[in-house]
């Protein structure tokens, strides 16, 4: 698939679908903002704290109508700012469909030399602050009889570990299990819950290597596509997985990684 299909007039699969993303306002949360407002959704984006990233994700939404839109600040981590959160969204927009969990960080430090502190924060964000938003709009699409849909943002490092980063792979790990048992859980009551697995995304998180031309070759040399995806890729694939295009899959990974998680260094056969 072409980079150039990111910038592609998508249609109006997600029309009349309300969305709350977390971790919206830039990276691959803002391209999936952007991607559901331009397939016709209503988007209630998500961040820490207010930022000028924030009020301009907000801002570039396309306005189907005004004040369509909204951000919210909350910490994912925290119990009583997601209830707010989930509540006022629902207050707002009349209730949710589909949830986004996007939210998410990374703590690079040596495994032994990582603290506790460290290492918790990591999967408080990661993975508790995905389970309370899971529970709070679980909450509601059970007392609302809504068949929503649920999209967690994985990692390739949830199969592929990342040393250094132990806090980061571990929480991945755990989410994929959330996904699973969640998607299960609910399927019969026709709730769906499928998760995105991006590898190497050209995103400001990423600027470090993507923008220095040694780094970036270094890691384009381990990905069998040989280049590094897009936020706008990774949001393509969020809006499918959000319309009833996918509405006979749950409990699934995608992977969306150039291939990274087929081991390229096994391309050639050196092992036997």
């Known amino acids: 698939m072409s980079a150039d299909l990111g910038v592609m007039r998508p249609g109006m699969r997600l029309g009349g679908l309300r969305v ?9 949360g803002r391209a999936i903002a952007r991607r559901f407002a331009d397939e016709g959704a209503r988007v209630a984006i998500n961040d820490l704290r207010e930022s000028a990233a924030l009020t301009e994700t907000l801002a570039s939404l396309t ?6 839109h909204r951000a919210f600040v909350a910490d994912v981590a925290n119990e009583a700012a997601v209830s707010q959160m989930v509540g006022d969204v629902i207050r707002d927009f009349g209730g949710i469909d589909v949830l986004v969990n996007n939210a998410g960080i990374q703590v690079a430090a040596a495994s032994d030399a990582m603290t506790l502190e460290q290492f918790d924060r990591v999967l408080s964000v990661n993975l508790r602050g995905t389970f309370l938003c899971c529970r709070a709009v679980l909450r509601h699409f059970l007392a609302a009889g809504i068949k929503g849909t649920i999209l967690n943002t994985n990692s390739v490092h949830a199969v592929v570990p990342k040393p250094g980063f132990l806090g980061y792979s571990v929480s991945k790990g755990g989410l994929g299990n959330l996904t699973r048992t969640l998607a299960l859980e609910y399927a019969g009551r026709g709730i769906r819950v499928n998760e995105v697995a991006p590898g190497a995304i050209a995103t400001p998180i990423n600027a470090g290597w993507v923008d220095d031309p040694k780094k970036r070759e270094a890691v384009e040399r381990h990905i069998p596509m040989a280049r590094v995806g897009t936020a706008e890729e990774v949001a393509g694939l969020f809006a499918f997985l959000a319309s009833d295009e996918a509405a006979y899959i749950t409990g699934q990974t995608f992977f969306i990684d150039g291939g990274l998680n087929l081991y390229a260094d096994f391309a050639q056969n050196w092992s036997s």
Not at 20 to 28: N, P
Not at 63 to 68: E, L, N, T, Y
């Open 20 to 28: 709350l993303i977390t971790g919206g306002a830039q990276g691959i």
């Open 63 to 68: 306005p189907v109508a005004a004040g369509m």
